[in-house]
């Protein structure tokens, strides 16, 4: 499986970023997806992960801000950031796996201005 994540940018807070990741594989709907992000100095977090049944799970930061969605017909999976403050500046990035996170993407910078 590869991943190609798209859709940082800068933005100022309050605003809102779209992220995609697209994922090639005929086996995409069977995968969890999910995004991660890394602040400069910080260790990598899970931001938001949805699983083939589309239940989906948030770090509890981003809980009512954030959406993840999946589209198995366009092997895409998608993260609607909105309200976003300055300590969402980060690199993103998109995963995949069954039971581990075995699939990576490169990251694509999210940087929110005050």
């Known amino acids: 499986v590869q991943l190609q994540a798209s859709g940082g940018g800068l933005v100022q807070a309050g605003e809102s970023l779209r992220l995609s990741c697209a994922a090639s594989?005929?086996?995409?709907?069977?995968?969890?997806m999910g995004w991660f992000r890394q602040a400069p100095g910080k260790e990598r977090e899970l931001v938001a992960r949805?699983?083939?049944?589309?239940?989906?799970y948030y770090v509890l930061s981003v809980k009512g801000r954030f959406t993840i969605s999946r589209d198995n017909a366009k092997n895409a999976v998608y993260l609607q950031m909105n309200s976003l403050k300055p300590e969402d500046t980060a690199v993103y990035y998109c995963?995949?796996?069954?039971?581990?996170?075995?699939?990576w993407g490169q990251g694509t910078l999210v940087t929110v201005s005050s």
């Open positions: 995963a995949a796996g069954i039971t581990n996170w075995d699939y």
């Open positions: 594989g005929r086996t995409f709907s069977t995968y969890v």
């Open positions: 949805i699983k083939s049944d589309d239940s989906t």
